[in-house]
């Protein structure tokens, strides 16, 4: 009875430690992932989240879109603290994808929809808000997707890393701001020059 029990006890420590061996190996994965297609996953605090939606002036006629979306931080908030229309989130890595689509699932937030894909291959044509915190090299390849497939007067929060206008001359800077140590940018797509 008693080598039973020690046999049972080996059994479950031995899934655990497969569970924990598999979960590390995913999560590493996720994070590899993340850097070869543009940024890691690197979450931000829910009051630094409001702040910078409250500076990009996220309201209840915007479609929010996130472009490299995490764990849906940034969509949740835009549907619960600024009540958006809709929000998109688009996310390569799996571990923030599914973390993300499990809380989506748990409070039943309809309207939000979640895509496994590259963000250089979303569907941007119906936002009217979109949220970038990427590094410079993908945010320059969006902001070229950007200007072919957005609407006009669409506003783009990038945070730490601003488009560079100089380049990319359809982006008006409307205004930046260092907000909980990172600083943030809001820009409006304007019709070419």
Request: aromatic content about 14%.
């Amino acid at each position: 009875m008693i080598s039973n029990f020690f046999f049972l006890i080996l059994l479950f420590l031995l899934l655990f430690h497969v569970i924990l061996m598999v979960f590390v190996v995913v999560y590493l994965l996720s994070g590899l992932i993340s850097i070869i297609f543009g940024a890691p996953y690197v979450p931000l605090s829910q009051k630094s989240i409001q702040k910078i939606l409250s500076f990009g002036n996220l309201s209840s006629n915007d479609i929010l879109y996130d472009l490299g979306c995490g764990d849906g931080r940034i969509l949740m908030s835009g549907i619960f603290d600024f009540n958006v229309s809709k929000a998109v989130g688009y996310e390569i890595a799996p571990w923030p994808y599914f973390k993300t689509l499990f809380l989506i699932k748990l409070n039943q937030l309809k309207r939000i929809k979640l895509s496994r894909i590259n963000c250089l291959k979303a569907d941007i044509s119906q936002a009217t808000f979109i949220y970038l915190y990427l590094f410079p090299k993908l945010v320059d390849k969006i902001a070229y997707k950007i200007v072919r497939e957005g609407k006009l007067k669409t506003r783009v929060l990038c945070v730490a890393f601003p488009i560079d206008t100089n380049r990319h001359i359809e982006f008006q800077l409307i205004k930046s701001e260092k907000l909980e140590n990172l600083m943030a940018y809001l820009y409006e797509l304007k019709a070419p020059t």
